[in-house]
T-cell receptor, first 109, second 114 residues
């Protein structure tokens, strides 16, 4: 089983739509959790950290369920500029960050 | 003022050659990583170092040899390059433990072996 698994996508949505991405991780001792965004031919960039209490940053909401080993990202009111690949990232132990395969999102006018 | 910088950005070389990629971070992080992103876009961890000590060596062929002269630098040397080594290699850094362990990435080195 892969350490981090994501919805494969792709997701094609109209502007203004709400879209949700899911991710599961296999190591119950995993310590910290993140969503990254990667644009074509660019490096991954941190979108947001994910905390057990859930956290929100503008149109983006991240949730963590440790019991189910599940992470989610919700994007509301999608913009064209949200088109990218979204990567679920888990610190499975100190100094060991593992990436999901990524979910590609295309927002269309 | 680039936080994580790696060079070169592009590298085209022939099979059998030896090449190096350099990485430096100025964020004061204690952990550095090398990741390989292949044509399927999956980011696979290769190595991690914490304070110059090798922590993760993820079943990478021994043609790949990382070297960390200090905690701000992690270089990657590749011997006897093969066609299958063609990929984008990303360097990253982070704090290894505690809160704030998010990683910051360099711009990547696009390696093409011909």
């Amino acid at each position: 089983r892969k350490e981090v698994e994501q919805d494969p996508g792709p997701f094609n949505v109209p502007e203004g739509a709400t879209v949700a991405f899911n991710c599961t991780y296999s190591n119950s001792a995993s310590q910290s959790f993140f969503w990254y965004r990667q644009d074509c031919r660019k490096e991954p960039k941190l979108l947001m950290s994910v905390y057990s209490s859930g956290n929100e940053d503008g149109r983006f909401t991240a949730q963590l369920n440790r019991a189910s080993q599940y992470i989610s990202l919700l994007i509301r009111d999608s913009k064209l500029s949200d088109s990218a690949t979204y990567l679920c990232v888990v610190n499975i132990r100190n100094n060991d960050m593992r990436f999901g395969a990524g979910t590609r999102l295309t927002v269309k006018p | 003022d680039t936080a994580v910088s790696q060079t070169p950005k592009y590298l085209v070389t022939q099979m059998g050659n030896d090449k190096s990629i350099k990485c430096e971070q100025n964020l004061g992080h204690d952990t550095m990583y090398w990741y390989k992103q292949d044509s399927k876009k999956f980011l696979k961890i290769m190595f991690s170092y914490n304070n110059k000590e090798l922590i993760i060596n993820e079943t990478v062929p021994n043609r790949f040899s990382p070297k960390s002269p200090d905690k701000a630098h992690l270089n990657l040397h590749i011997n006897s390059l093969e066609l299958g080594d063609s990929a984008v290699y990303f360097c990253a850094s982070s704090f290894g433990r505690g809160r704030g362990t998010e990683a910051f990435f360099g711009q990547g080195t696009r390696l093409t072996v011909v």
